[in-house]
């Protein structure tokens, strides 16, 4: 690897605000219309009703909220990367934190939609705020719905400070470089600031409040999205081990994106000198865990079925392995539980494609293991008079797509207009290096 000194990090970093290729514009305009399309699929089904999708009794809960607890997971990388690595001072964090952030808040808003799209009437959100009103709705607070807005919120909050905090030095950066009326917005975004010591001291007091904050979230927040499920007593959701199941899920999820986003960004940005290929491979051995983690929950759920006699627990795992959607639940198995395995082996997880590559199938198999346990589990409850199969139509199937394009689109926005690595935190982290320079060069000298 390129040694770097302090000019070679503002450079390179530097470089990707400036005009991008064709093609960006290109990729952005068809994600553009992706959104577009999932907005009239949405108005489509404002006007004639939730009946428009495969919405079908007892499945009443359908892609959207599988999609809402998919979000949600995807945004704990952020934190965990950013808040708890820093907290431990795991190196290899600092090149991947400002995406990875980024990604969180980009995911928590998304997320935060499909509670609304679900709802059909959405001129109505405010009846599901948790407020006592004069419409004889009083909240249940001891309702995880209620938790859940309580929780996403102050998550978004949180979240959105801890990633403002670490943007304040580098908007100075780009401002000091700018000319015209990007100067003037990039001076505004950086609340003036000189880089002063005063300065410094109280940015280092904050960003490690905030990074303290954070972290508990990690836990409490899909823990409170996986009490939704578990305060039901429907089999398949009636389970004490949803809290650190959804919790693993969530940041073994989010670390595959990690990867999934910052494999194509280091090649675009010819980043290499600076995620290193050693970065993303302590990704990857975080993964390996997380996975471990995950596949240890699903041989406990299926232990458990088996071992409380419960006659309707084992029908609904036995229907998951081999029922109706057997192929989503196996899908599952391999992807999060299986594939990640091939990551102790050095020759997988030093290769950029076979990372790329596990990091898209981990993808797939947390967006099937949620597709299994809402809908699979409430398909088939305690009356077989009762079991409805749903099957996705094309008004949801656009909605899920267009979820992924205006992802996809303000990640790319944020990396055209805001640095996607942090300037102050990685000439910070070769500091060290460039003083050991120094020493040799004045011996040798």
């Known amino acids: 690897m390129e040694p770097l000194d302090y000019q070679d990090v503002h450079r390179k970093i530097l470089r990707t605000l400036s005009r991008p290729p064709r093609s960006y514009y290109l990729i952005v305009g068809l994600l553009f219309l992706g959104i577009l399309w999932a907005a009239v699929c949405w108005a489509y089904q404002i006007l004639n009703g939730l009946g428009v999708t495969g919405l079908l009794h007892p499945s009443m809960w359908i892609l959207y909220l599988v999609n809402f607890v998919f979000w949600v997971g995807i945004a704990h990388s952020g934190t965990l990367i950013s808040a708890i690595l820093y907290l431990f001072r795991a190196r290899w964090r600092t090149p991947i934190a400002r995406s990875a952030e980024a990604m969180t808040v980009f995911a928590v808003m998304i997320a935060g939609l499909f509670p609304f799209i679900h709802?059909?009437?959405?001129?109505?959100?405010?009846?599901?705020?948790?407020?006592?009103?004069?419409?004889?709705?009083?909240?249940?607070?001891?309702?995880?719905?209620?938790?859940?807005?309580?929780?996403?919120?102050?998550?978004?909050?949180?979240?959105?400070?801890?990633?403002?905090?670490?943007?304040?030095?580098?908007?100075?950066?780009?401002?000091?470089?700018?000319?015209?009326?990007?100067?003037k917005i990039y001076g505004i975004l950086s609340l003036g600031w000189a880089g002063t010591d005063r300065q410094w001291h109280h940015y280092g007091a904050a960003y490690l409040l905030l990074a303290g904050l954070a972290t508990p979230l990690v836990v409490s927040v899909h823990s409170v999205v996986s009490w939704d499920f578990a305060l039901a007593i429907i089999p398949g959701y009636h389970s004490t081990i949803f809290a650190p199941y959804f919790v693993a899920g969530a940041i073994h999820s989010g670390l595959a994106m990690v990867l999934t986003l910052l494999i194509p960004l280091r090649h675009i940005f010819h980043f290499e000198s600076i995620i290193t290929l050693k970065d993303l491979e302590s990704v990857a051995k975080t993964t390996i865990l997380t996975g471990l983690i995950v596949g240890y929950a699903y041989l406990v759920e299926y232990f458990m079925a088996w071992y409380s006699g419960n006659v309707f627990e084992k029908q609904t795992f036995l229907f998951r392995a081999i029922g109706h959607w057997s192929l989503a639940f196996w899908v599952m198995v391999f992807c999060n539980a299986i594939a990640p395995l091939f990551f102790f082996f050095k020759r997988v997880r030093t290769r950029l494609w076979s990372l790329f590559t596990i990091a898209i199938l981990i993808n797939i198999g947390m967006y099937a293991e949620r597709f299994v346990i809402i809908i699979g589990s409430m398909a088939q409850d305690f009356i077989p008079y009762n079991w409805g199969f749903y099957q996705p139509r094309w008004v949801e199937l656009s909605i899920t797509v267009g979820s992924f394009c205006l992802f996809l689109f303000l990640f790319l926005l944020f990396a055209k207009f805001l640095p996607s690595i942090s300037i102050a935190e990685v000439k910070e982290e070769i500091t060290p290096k460039l003083r050991g320079k120094g020493k040799r060069d004045h011996h040798g000298a």
Do not use: C, E, H, M
């Not at 670490?166 to 700018?178: E, I, K, N, S, T």
């Open 119 to 183: 709802l059909g009437r959405v001129w109505l959100f405010y009846w599901i705020i948790p407020y006592p009103n004069q419409r004889t709705l009083w909240p249940n607070f001891q309702s995880p719905l209620t938790f859940d807005f309580l929780a996403i919120s102050t998550y978004f909050t949180v979240s959105v400070l801890f990633w403002y905090t670490g943007l304040v030095p580098d908007l100075a950066a780009v401002r000091d470089g700018a000319k015209g009326i990007r100067r």
